[in-house]
């Protein structure tokens, strides 16, 4: 398996690559208050696909952290109840087996 993700990667590779040479040509980029911004077509995507990961990343960054806390939370509570009953972890037994007749 990990020979065909290796290959998967070299083929990846390669692709982007040779996009990334077939679009250098410079482009110019207009923000508001007359900013302007130049430089060559795969830069300017790389870093807004850059850009818009590290967003995404901290859009989900508060989600990530109270799911944490809640996790937490519920396993500390499982604790105590499992204390105060006085059981600890209790182990699973088997099922019966009734005999062939």
């Given at each position: 398996?990990k020979f065909v993700s ?15 040479l077939k679009?250098?040509q410079?482009?110019d980029?207009?923000f508001?208050?007359?900013?302007e911004?130049r430089g060559?077509?795969?830069?300017m ?5 850059v850009a ?5 990343i901290?859009a989900?960054?508060p989600?990530?952290f109270?799911?944490r806390?809640?996790?937490s939370q ?6 105590a109840l499992?204390s105060?009953a006085g059981?600890?972890?209790?182990q ?6 009734n005999?062939?007749?």
């Amino acid at each position: 398996m990990k020979f065909v993700s290796t290959i998967v990667g070299i083929i990846l590779f390669v692709l982007f690559f040779g996009f990334a040479l077939k679009n250098t040509q410079e482009v110019d980029l207009h923000f508001f208050l007359n900013y302007e911004l130049r430089g060559p077509l795969v830069l300017m995507l790389l870093a807004f696909f850059v850009a818009g990961a590290a967003l995404g990343i901290l859009a989900l960054t508060p989600t990530v952290f109270r799911q944490r806390r809640q996790s937490s939370q519920h396993k500390n509570t499982i604790q105590a109840l499992q204390s105060a009953a006085g059981t600890g972890t209790v182990q699973p037994q088997p099922d019966a087996v009734n005999p062939a007749r």
